[in-house]
């Protein structure tokens, strides 16, 4: 009896044996490595690296594994691609593990992010075939998430220096009036008929203007430059471009002596005009112009050029008519400063009739005055005056914006681009409208058309934070002073500037002090998280609540004055 017993029992053991063999090992969280530690929100996503082992003795040889990274949070999942093993007895294309020796293996995937998965958690799920027989096995939760300091982008860009439509306001403005006066062939007085010409004419009405007006129009100099034609000797040439320079300028001088026009006459001459020849040469019409343009090039010696011109005898006739008595002149410049109305008048004036000023005017004087409802009458008095200008439009949507009325923004920013549809400015600022609700890819279509506009690096650093390019993010805000550039200076690792740029933002706000708690818990400096968030939750009281549950603070979350400063 007792044998028979034994052997039952033995027979027992054996299939019990068999029984536990024939299925597949349990799942342990050890057998799991997860790169970051704590997931992170890098752009638009969760990246993760998954690193495992399975050990010996573990993976079934007749069966087929499913592994499912899964992330869980309140209220839904997101599930990443599966990845599939075998055993060696199994006939398939999967990865196979060895039963005797187990195996390791990497994979890397990412989720969409959303801003649930804040309070999440990773788990992998087992799903095992055998033959006909499927099971699975428990889930193993592997990683916590997720850390998403750089979704502050979405705060950071409502503080941004967005593009603004400016003025093109000068206050002196630079003008010329020029003539010219011509000679016959080696001639160097000035022939009545070149003096009474209608250049010469309104460069004496000119000299007539400034005197006249003085208090807006200003003398710099006069500038002469006479030349002779490339034809003739050097030293003949010499003489004459000399004698057309010496006679032009008693001429000017005389002619600004009878408008009682007081200032600097610069006189030059060029005695054979190379240059001003080989310009005339390329613009015309000559058939064989390409054949001088080549001597011109071949020779350096004036001498020298001019016999070989010569020798294309087919030309030369041409180049005598219609090229070189273009080349005898005197060219006269006048240059004078216009001067614009001072800050004082055109104040004055747009309280007086607005219509006077220009446009540019116009625009300039909204920066003349740091009330927001009156530069909302200026442009609103742009529109009316001018609406065919969309900068109006844009800054009255500026000020919406920094006033967080995004939707009113957004439609002054519209309107804009329905008045010039390539305006660098309101393609910026409604690639800012798309960051602020986190539709990233549609900021970066507006923005690559914004390229014309002065803040375009700002916007484009704002945009590669919300992509999750931080050293370029950091590049394209280094020299700004802002919540935007501390943030990529924060997520780029550079601390030691973080510190330096916060200290030097100009109207620190709550979403700054933020940014130094974070910067503290990283650099595990206790005074900037206590300070940075004290301050932060000051300012914002709802900055409470998200620094509860962020991961950046999780070492601290115990801490007796850390529930006290968030109130818990």
């Keep these: 009896m007792l044998r028979k017993l034994s052997i039952l029992l033995s027979c027992a053991a054996i299939v019990a044996l068999n029984s536990c063999s024939s299925k597949m090992g349990a799942m342990k969280q050890e057998y799991f490595t997860v790169t970051p530690g704590v997931l992170e929100v890098v752009g638009t996503e969760v990246p993760v690296t998954i690193d495992g082992r399975f050990p010996a003795k573990v993976f079934n040889k007749k069966s087929v594994l499913t592994v499912t990274p899964v992330l869980k949070y309140e209220g839904g999942e997101a599930v990443a691609d599966p990845v599939t093993f075998q055993g060696v007895s199994v006939r398939g294309n999967d990865r196979v593990i060895s039963y005797e020796n187990g195996d390791k293996f990497k994979t890397r995937l990412s989720f969409d992010y959303i801003p649930e998965m804040e309070d999440a958690e990773l788990y992998l799920r087992f799903v095992v075939n055998k033959g006909s027989k499927t099971y699975t096995l428990p889930e193993v939760k592997i990683a916590d998430g997720c850390v998403a300091t750089s979704q502050l982008y979405r705060q950071t860009v409502a503080t941004a220096n967005i593009a603004v439509g400016e003025d093109a306001f000068q206050r002196v403005i630079k003008q010329a009036k020029e003539a010219n006066i011509l000679f016959l062939i080696q001639q160097t007085n000035l022939r009545a008929s070149e003096l009474s010409s209608n250049e010469v004419k309104e460069l004496k009405e000119a000299m007539a203007d400034i005197v006249a007006d003085y208090e807006n129009k200003v003398l710099e100099d006069v500038q002469i430059s006479a030349y002779a034609s490339p034809d003739g000797g050097v030293s003949l040439n010499d003489a004459i471009a000399t004698g057309r320079e010496d006679n032009t300028a008693k001429f000017v001088k005389g002619e600004m002596k009878k408008a009682n026009l007081a200032g600097y006459v610069d006189s030059k001459y060029t005695a054979e005009d190379w240059e001003g020849f080989q310009e005339l040469v390329a613009k015309s019409d000559l ?64 309280s007086e009739d607005p219509r006077v000023l220009s446009l540019e005017e116009i625009l300039y004087s909204s920066i003349l005055t740091e009330d927001v409802k009156e530069q909302q009458g200026i442009f609103n008095t742009a529109i009316t005056l001018h609406p065919g200008d969309y900068r109006a439009y844009n800054n009255l949507g500026v000020i919406a914006y920094n006033a967080g009325d995004y939707n009113v923004a957004k439609e002054y920013f519209e309107k804009a681009l329905s008045i010039n549809k390539n305006a660098a400015e309101p393609h910026l600022n409604l690639g800012y409208i798309e960051l602020l609700n986190g539709n990233v890819d549609a900021a970066g279509e507006y923005m690559v058309v914004g390229t014309e506009s002065k803040a375009l690096e700002e916007a484009l650093g704002n945009l590669y934070i919300a992509m999750g390019d931080y050293g370029r993010a950091s590049a394209y805000l280094e020299k700004s002073k802002t919540n935007s550039a501390a943030l990529a200076q924060l997520l780029n690792k550079d601390y030691s500037s973080v510190t330096a740029t916060l200290n030097s933002i100009e109207k620190p706000d709550a979403v700054t002090y933020y940014i130094k708690a974070v910067q503290g818990a990283r650099t595990s400096n206790i005074a900037f998280v206590y300070d940075g968030l004290k301050e932060a939750i000051r300012l914002d009281p709802s900055m409470a609540k998200k620094a509860a549950g962020d991961l950046e603070f999780s070492k601290y979350m115990e801490d007796a004055t850390f529930k006290s400063i968030i109130g818990k």
């Design 287 to 350: 058939p064989d112009k390409e054949l001088i343009l080549r001597v011109l090039s071949m020779y350096d010696d004036p001498e020298e050029r001019e016999q070989q011109i010569k020798n294309i005898s087919s030309v030369y006739s041409e180049l005598a008519d219609s090229i070189l008595p273009k080349l005898r002149r005197a060219r006269i410049s006048l240059n004078y400063h216009l001067i614009g109305r001072s800050d004082d008048e055109i104040i004055k004036q747009y």
